[in-house]
């Protein structure tokens, strides 16, 4: 057992119970909700104070499955080409079918954007998107990062429509909502250590 206090404790045990949720009810992120998650991901370590991170918001259904089919097509286009693909076959039938969501048909999608010109903006927007997860997990909500959806946003349409402007680049893409059923846990080997040196005087 770790030696941790009561409050560390209930984060240790909120970051144990994190996971990637991929079944959605419908039922929408209120405003409120969806306050608490962007001022806990604007609480994370930023390189150089800069916060360059900016937010997008969708909950519009119809754009979601837009955004979607557009990300599938690219997908298609672009990534069936990498050799270094391990899943191919199983993401490429899902890819296919036309009912498959790649955002599981969950009700929220909030893009974490970063300022280009920023230093080190890509780490800081990661590190907004674990505290955001991690309070949704708190706050029995569940979320994914869909890395699927980024080539979606370099098409000029949909940034336009999402008023991403030049100067930001769309960093992390994740679904917030309330989980349809129950999730497993997804296994991890220990952590590699690949050197330890204890001196003792
Ligand atoms: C950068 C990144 C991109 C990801 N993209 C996707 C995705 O497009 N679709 C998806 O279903 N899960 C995606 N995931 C979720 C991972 O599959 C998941 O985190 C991993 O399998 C571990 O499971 P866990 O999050 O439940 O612990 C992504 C995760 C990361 C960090």
């Known amino acids: 057992m770790l030696p941790l206090d009561d409050t560390e404790k209930s984060i240790y045990e909120t970051i144990l119970a994190r996971r990637s949720v991929r079944s ?4 929408i992120v209120d405003d409120v909700t969806l306050c608490v998650l962007l001022e806990a991901a604007v609480r994370a370590p930023t390189a150089m104070h800069r916060e360059p991170w900016a937010f997008v918001i969708i909950q ?28 191919l076959t199983h993401f490429s039938q899902m890819f296919n079918s036309p009912d498959f969501n790649i955002f599981y048909d969950a009700s929220t999608l909030i893009l974490i954007c970063g300022k280009k010109s920023a230093p080190f903006a890509e780490a800081d927007c990661w590190l907004a998107a ?32 999402l008023s991403i402007t030049d100067d930001y680049q769309v960093v992390a893409p994740i679904i917030v909502g309330y989980q349809r ?14 050197f330890k040196n204890t001196v003792i005087n």
């Open 24 to 27: 959605y009810q419908p039922q």
């Open 60 to 87: 519009d259904k119809s754009l979601l499955l837009t955004i979607s089919n557009r990300a599938k097509a690219l997908y298609f286009a672009e990534e069936h080409q990498k050799e270094h693909h391990n899943n």
């Open 181 to 194: 059923g129950k999730t497993t846990p997804s296994p991890r080997k220990a952590p590699v250590i690949l």
């Open 130 to 161: 674990e505290n955001m997860m991690l309070v949704a997990c708190a706050m029995d909500l569940g979320t994914c990062v869909i890395g699927y959806a980024l080539p979606a946003f370099n098409d000029a349409d949909i940034r336009n429509r």
